[in-house]
């Protein structure tokens, strides 16, 4: 008697219909496959990702758009449309199509047909970069001022490269009263970017007054206006000769403060502020300073190791002609007299003006007092803390808790 298996007996027509359904996931695996690789090749070669899958919407408009960004006369603009036709066919949401239709349009004098083909590209993604460009082209181009920005926010707030591209160009243009006004009524609405470009406009824009004017605006506005930001601008407008620029945002942040003497004669910021025109301690070389808050006010701490010296502590000034006054209060000095630190008044060329010892802290009860005077054509002027090297072992080190720069009369 023949043995039986528990496996059933299939029919041939069950086992043709087996294979009909292998063949399909084999076809449905081979097309998925180069599908994949053709859209991974999209970046480095779009012809062969299209000659992979020719049905593939997003590759066939990425085809079109890439043939006319490359050559936007008149010649292969035959393709281009035929391709970016095609691509709306295979996927009616393909930007890269409708973008390309509307930069032949553009090329061809049809505006009216151009704008109403990127304004349907946004419609479809407000992402695309390449559609926001053009946007605020076409803005700029018709003195929307307003609009312009509008999508400059979008660009930024969409695209994490956008930045790159849109930051020199912004802050190139905030020279223009029209585009300062426009924008600071934008940063005032907290956009994203915000910070990003408030420090790259007073880094690296172009018009160092421009942009002091912009972040006087942003001030009286009620955006917080970084120390850093503040720092750079005003050490542009410095260097640039615009020194009553720089006094006049100076003066945005400190109302009140008096160009004829020194500020913060005790300290009393606590060395946070980066402006040149506050005091700035310097650590070089093994230099230890700090500006450290304390009961009155705060102090100005310093240690210097064995047989190095320097600059210490720094304070810009932009003094006009006349005698001045120097004096103040240390502790803690105990040097020969040619290891004593000293004050150095200069004009921005290096030429001093002269130096004030401080003497040590046993003798006239650590007070220090001294004079300067600044000449006409020496319009900005850095008063120095210098340390000379001491050989001994201890090395240097003492506080100032007062200083004060002031004219005689």
Known sequence: ???????????????????????????????????????????????????????????????????????????????????????????????????????????????????????????????????????????????????????????????????????????????????????????????AWRDAFIIYAAVKGPDARATSRLLIDLRHAGVPISGVASGEIMNLLIFGGFVDDAWAYYSTVHPGADRRRSRDPRFADGGVSTSPFDWIPINDAGISSS???????????????????GPMLQQRQILPPGEYRLDGHASGIDQSEEAQPYWVLACSSDHELGRIALSNSTQSHGKFMGSFRVPAGCPVQTLTLVARPSYKVSGISGQIDRVQLYPVR
């Open 291 to 309: 500006i450290q808050r304390g009961e009155n006010g705060g102090i100005f701490d310093f240690s210097v190791p064995a047989s190095v010296g």
């Open 1 to 191: 008697m023949p043995r039986q298996t528990g496996l059933p007996r299939r029919s041939a027509k069950e086992w043709t219909v087996r294979a009909l359904l292998a063949v399909l996931a084999a076809i449905t695996c081979y097309v998925e496959v180069t599908r994949t690789i053709a859209y991974t090749l999209r970046k480095g070669n779009i012809e062969i990702a299209h000659a992979l899958s020719p049905g593939d919407g997003r590759i066939t408009g990425l085809l079109a758009q890439t043939l006319i960004e490359n050559n936007t006369t008149f010649a292969g603009q035959g393709r281009v449309k035929q391709l970016a036709r095609s691509a709306l066919r295979q996927d009616p949401t393909v930007v890269a199509a409708v973008f390309s239709l509307g930069l032949i349009a553009q090329v061809r004098g049809d505006t009216k047909h151009s704008r109403r083909l990127f304004t349907y590209a946004e419609t479809l993604s407000r992402r695309d970069v390449k559609t926001q460009l053009w946007a605020i082209e076409d803005a700029v181009g018709r003195g929307e001022v307003d609009d312009a920005l509008l999508h400059y926010d979008i660009a930024l707030r969409t695209s994490s490269t956008a930045a790159d591209l849109l930051f020199p160009v912004l802050a190139a243009a905030i020279y223009d009263p029209a585009i300062r006004k426009s924008l600071t009524r934008t940063l005032v609405k907290k956009p």
